[in-house]
């Protein structure tokens, strides 16, 4: 089997012994596994699989896997996947993010790339072609976003290597990485993030501070380009009319979300309707906004737009924010002054932070001062809902590890354990409090009031937890269901840039001449990336295990009534919860629990993982 | 002469527009009207961007005479943000 539209091999870096090899995927494999995600689930599973549940996520013996798709390069936009054992969730996540590394790895002949060990001091990789070098990055350690992408310039400009683009193409964490916070994010180009998963963290943990990537070869050939035009040709025509995104961005969820659809997260999930209009993406245009349309490579869209916000004489830069970040350090904290909640976007972005995860944890840690778990003396200074000088502190102190920060540094579900512990409460006396699934806190999109996309088991059957980019639904043969973003993430195409699925399979088919079908998709394709997923997050460890008849559930804040709005009185159903979950979990081909069946682990052609599964059914106690 | 079609709506958009809704059309307006006056009736909000619809499993533009086919899917694409 030939490959088009991929090379077929990574980029196999060793921090530890500082040798670079390559790692060859055979075609079949991308056939079964497409890319990006599918391929993250395979590569892990091969290399890690057998020991997986030893493995710590923040030590040498985890991967760090920076891997394109298919449709790299060709697909409208540019994405690309981070992953490895993750250490919120301790299974894998498909972390996505925008950046121009994505094609540049393309075009120096890699479809990724994996990083191992551990440096004994900060490096940084510098990929150029066939050239790769692990270069100290001493100097850069400790540096914020904005300040590393300066001096990252600088130094390529010296070297003669790079220096016109205002941000060299890399990958980076900031100091939240580096001090292995576990809600700390991959970074790019200031704003972009790969946050679900905390692969900032694992980078950090490795002592990489960058990968920065130059490729000045062409991509690799598409096997139909007659087709590949037509289709990019209509497909651009086509995504260029999707005003709504491309004039406003995703920030138009601002006060949308929370008014309309009563889905936005505010004080902690204890609302999620507010009536706060001057939290709108109008107020955001007229007074943070400097530049309307920002695009990455190829994108016809342009969602983010550069925003600038001045505090304390100093100019801090993000994208609108767009809506989660938004939502997350604006509403959920309480802030509803979109300024100050686009200046926390920017410090999160600096500090290398999820604003999602961060933006849940922070906001867990308001209310436990509110409900009196926390008192002023464990936070060192008053954390009161609004206060965006005291968040923007918080913010510092997660990233930082300072005092309460410390804690919150290890996502709300670990904290929520730690600070149990650290109370004498039995676990659920805090936990009631954490908006998370296995690990993972839930995006900004509520499923109270089901007038938002995220269904009644969106979270819960997730392999991704609470990531919003990868929800579970039903029909489970149709693009509700998490096989469709597992798809999508293998490919690796941009959620927003999404088309029907006649179009996104013609357009994998027209470049890598493969003939995927949608009933592959769906019966072959999707259930066996998410059952790889999913067995790995079952086998979890070494610090935490889930266990699906408990873990499988919406955060207990989802079960309380909405307390305000037109949906006033709406909660999920626990009921129609666990119907959905096991209709679900049987159109994959997993038992009642979720646990896939060796019958559906042998069509998938993952007789490998028979003997895991059993490990896993061991542990529940559920076989002897 | 009426045409009936039915248009099944998939995921989240079944909650606020009911699963199924079968309309006798008079004339033969665009597919992108119907979802319109749906969700107009339903008091709910469809952004004709993110969503797609199919007729015997084959992707259907907005734009195409709804009484082209008898029956049709629509799902919400372009989910998040």
């Known amino acids: ?624 | 002469m009426n045409t009936k079609v039915c248009i099944r709506f998939l995921g989240a958009l079944a909650y606020q527009v009911g699963g199924e809704r079968c309309l006798e059309l008079e004339g033969c307006p665009p597919l992108s009207a119907l979802l319109e006056r749906i969700a107009r009736e339903n008091g709910a909000h469809i952004d004709l961007d993110t969503v797609a619809a199919y007729s015997g499993g084959r992707a259907v533009d907005l734009s195409e005479p709804s009484c082209r086919h008898t029956e049709y899917v629509v799902a919400r694409i372009a989910r998040g943000g």
């Open chain 1, 1 to 624: 089997m030939s490959l088009n539209g991929l090379w077929g091999k990574l980029l196999d870096v060793d921090l530890s012994t500082g040798k670079a090899t390559t790692y060859n995927v055979p075609p079949e494999v991308y056939r079964r596994f497409i890319g990006g995600r599918g391929l993250a689930a395979w590569i892990l599973w091969r290399e890690l699989g057998s020991r997986w549940q030893e493995v710590d996520p923040l030590g040498p013996d985890n991967l760090l896997l920076l891997l394109t798709g298919p449709l790299t390069g060709y697909y409208p936009g540019i994405k690309m996947v981070v992953s490895g054992k993750s250490p919120q969730s301790n299974g894998v996540v498909g972390s996505t993010l925008s950046s121009e590394v994505a094609v540049q790895l393309k075009a120096a002949g890699y479809d990724g790339i994996i990083i191992r060990g551990r440096a004994d001091s900060p490096v940084y990789l510098y990929v150029r072609d066939d050239s790769v070098e692990l270069r100290d990055a001493s100097k850069l350690w400790g540096l914020r976003g904005t300040e590393l992408l300066a001096r990252l310039r600088e130094e390529l400009k010296q070297d003669g290597r790079e220096g016109a683009k205002p941000s060299p193409p890399a990958l980076y964490i900031g100091p939240a990485g580096e001090n292995m916070v576990r809600t700390a994010a991959v970074m790019s180009n200031y704003a972009h993030a790969a946050g679900y998963g905390g692969y900032g963290a694992v980078m950090g943990s490795k002592k990489l501070k960058a990968v920065v990537v130059q490729g000045s070869g062409p991509l690799p050939e598409v096997a139909d380009p007659e087709g590949f035009a037509k289709l990019r040709r209509d497909l651009v025509a086509k995504l260029s009319k999707r005003h709504g995104l491309r004039y406003w961005g995703t920030a138009s969820g601002l006060y949308y979300h929370g008014y309309e659809t009563s889905s936005e997260p505010v004080r902690n999930w204890q609302e999620e309707w507010h009536d706060e209009k001057e939290f709108s993406v109008r107020v955001l245009e007229a007074g943070v906004w400097r530049k309307r349309f920002w695009a990455d490579w190829g994108c016809p869209l342009a969602c983010m737009k550069v925003s600038v916000v001045e505090k304390g004489g100093r100019a801090y830069v993000t994208d609108a924010p767009d809506y989660e970040m938004g939502a997350y350090l604006g509403a959920n904290l309480g802030v509803f002054n979109v300024k100050e909640a686009a200046l926390l976007s920017a410090v999160a972005d600096d500090l290398g932070l999820c604003g999602i995860q961060t933006g849940n944890v922070a906001g867990f840690a308001v209310e436990l001062c509110e409900k009196g778990v926390l008192s002023k003396e464990d936070v060192g200074y008053e954390l009161r809902w609004g206060d965006a000088d005291a968040m923007k502190r918080l913010l510092e102190d997660i990233a930082y590890r300072r005092g309460i920060g410390d804690v919150l540094a290890e996502g709300t579900y670990r904290a929520a354990l730690r600070i149990a512990k650290m109370k004498g409460l039995e676990p659920s006396e805090v936990l009631r409090y954490a908006v998370q699934v296995k690990g993972i806190g839930v995006g900004a999109h509520g499923i109270r009031s089901k007038r938002d996309y995220p269904q009644p088991i969106a979270y819960a059957a997730s392999v991704q937890g609470g990531d919003h980019t990868s929800v579970a639904g039903l029909p489970a043969d149709s693009t509700e269901s998490e096989s469709w973003a597992a798809l999508l993430d293998s490919l690796v195409v941009c959620m927003f840039l999404e088309a029907d699925e006649d179009t996104m399979l013609g357009y994998l088919n027209t470049v890598t001449g493969w003939d995927v079908t949608r009933e592959e998709v769906y019966r072959e394709v999707g259930p066996r990336i998410l059952t790889l997923q999913r067995l790995l997050l079952l086998l979890g460890g070494p610090d935490v295990y889930w266990d699906p008849r408990i873990h499988d559930d919406n955060p207990p804040r989802f079960y309380e009534p909405l307390p305000s709005g037109p949906y006033r009185g709406a909660k999920a159903d626990r009921e129609e919860v666990e119907k959905m979950k096991r209709e679900y979990y049987k159109a994959l081909g997993w038992d009642e629990h979720g646990i896939p069946t060796e019958e559906t682990l042998r069509s998938l052609g993952l007789e490998d993982a028979v003997s895991a599964v059993k490990a896993v059914r061991r542990r529940l106690g559920l076989e002897p």
